[in-house]
Structure formats: C-alpha cells, structure tokens
Antibody, heavy 120, light 106 residues
Framework: EVQLVESGGGLVQPGGSLRLSCTAS????????MSWVRQAPGKGLEWVAK????????YYVDSVKGRFTISRDNAKNSLYLQMNSLRVEDTAMYYC?????????????WGQGTMVTVSS | SYELTQPLSVSVALGQTARITCGGN??????VHWYQQKPGQAPVLAIY???NRPSGIPERFSGSNSGNTATLTISRAQAGDEADYYC?????????FGGGTKLTVL
C-alpha cells in the first residue's frame, strides 16, 4: 500500500524549533519530488516547501524562507522539515505529499498530517 | 505572486450539478489540480491536469480550464460529496492553492 506517515509535531514556544518527519512506503521514494503542505486551524491549504528526487533543488514559500529547511534521506525513505524560529502563525497541521511523476504535478498521495502548535 | 480565487461556498440540490470555479490570471495556460477534503481528513486528489480523474474518483467528477477560469463540475451530486474543494497550480516552482470552496448538498 502506498503510504506517507508524518511524525514529530507537538507544542513549542515561539522562537523554538521542531523537526518533522515523513516516512514513505509502497513506492519508489527516490523517484518523486516531495512537498510539505500546511493547514492552519479552520483555514485553507498552504504549500510550504518542496524538494527534488536527489535533494539538489529545494523551494520554499516566502513566509518560511530562512527559517525552515526541507531535506530527505532516500536510503531511509524519509522526508524532513526542520523548523526554526517558529512563530504563532506557523501553527497548523503539516502534511507531506508526493508529487505525481509528471513534474510539476499534482499531489497524488498525502499523509494524515502532524499537528504543530506554537504557543507560549 | 500568483493568486487563485474560489467562491467561499456553493450549494447544490441532491442529484443536481455543482460547479466550483477557480479564477486566476491566464489560468488556462497552467495545469490545474483539484483536491477534496472532508472534515478531519487529509486532502484527496480529485482532478489532475485540468480534467483527468485519478483511479477511484467517480466519473461524476470532471474539470475544465480555459482563459481566466478553471471549473470543477460534480454531476448528480450526492451527500457524500459534501466537502471543501481546493484548486492548485504551480507558479515558478511555487505551489499556489485557492482559498477553498465549501460544497453543501441540500
């Protein structure tokens, strides 16, 4: 079964750091671009970052540039999001998503999400 | 930056046709993807590249894209179609989502 499972969310104070993980199974992980997408409580979807199959290209939404870093370990079939200098407005459910084979493409597989709450 | 505009809500009678629009500057030149999200669940891809249905998505779901508007059409709407729907495009390696439309089936 094709699956993405996120972990690492939790409660953190403003200015703090958190590292999210996403473990893939059921497909050849190193063949796909991968992204993080977030959703603040009661709000819409917001794309956060994406990374190429070999990690050589990374792109970010302006609001997280310089604070968040996307990375991957293809040997471990894992995607990561290192989040530093967290702000209250980063509070959201964070989803990892696979981009379909045709790049740039649709997000054809999504994880169930991991919740990040930034609050004092 | 590129923006996508969706109506906040659309209502449709049971068994009728719902149309959800997604507006953007010359969006017809881009590939548009649509996602369905039910409460408490992760999004699910409903339509990709304007008009293609993934396996498992009913034939009642279709899409079109031209000029400044893309449209998701749901024929013979069912109660189970009630959800939030989001359009999405790529703009210079940046992912852009519309604000989402809540579909209510009456």
């Amino acid at each position: 079964e094709v699956q993405l499972v996120e972990s690492g969310g939790g409660l953190v104070q403003p200015g703090g750091s958190l590292r999210l993980s996403c473990t893939a199974s059921g497909f050849t992980f190193n063949s796909y671009w991968m992204s993080w997408v977030r959703q603040a409580p009661g709000k819409g979807l917001e794309w956060v970052a994406k990374i190429k199959q070999d990690g050589s290209e990374k792109y970010y939404v302006d609001s997280v540039k310089g604070r968040f870093t996307i990375s991957r370990d293809n040997a471990k079939n894992s995607l990561y999001l290192q989040m530093n200098s967290l702000r209250v407005e980063d509070t959201a459910m964070y989803y990892c998503a696979r981009e379909e084979w045709l790049h740039p493409g649709a997000f054809d597989i999504w994880g169930q999400g991991t919740m990040v709450t930034v609050s004092s | 930056s590129y923006e996508l505009t969706q109506p906040l809500s659309v209502s449709v009678a049971l068994g009728q046709t719902a149309r959800i629009t997604c507006g953007g500057n010359n969006i017809g030149s881009k590939n548009v993807h649509w996602y369905q999200q039910k409460p408490g669940q992760a999004p699910v891809l409903a339509i990709y590249r304007d008009s293609n249905r993934p396996s498992g998505i009913p034939e009642r779901f279709s899409g079109s894209n031209s000029g400044n508007t893309a449209t998701l059409t749901i024929s013979r709407a069912q109660a189970g179609d009630e959800a939030d729907y989001y359009c999405q495009v790529w703009d210079s390696n940046t992912g852009v989502f519309g604000g989402g439309t809540k579909l209510t089936v009456l």
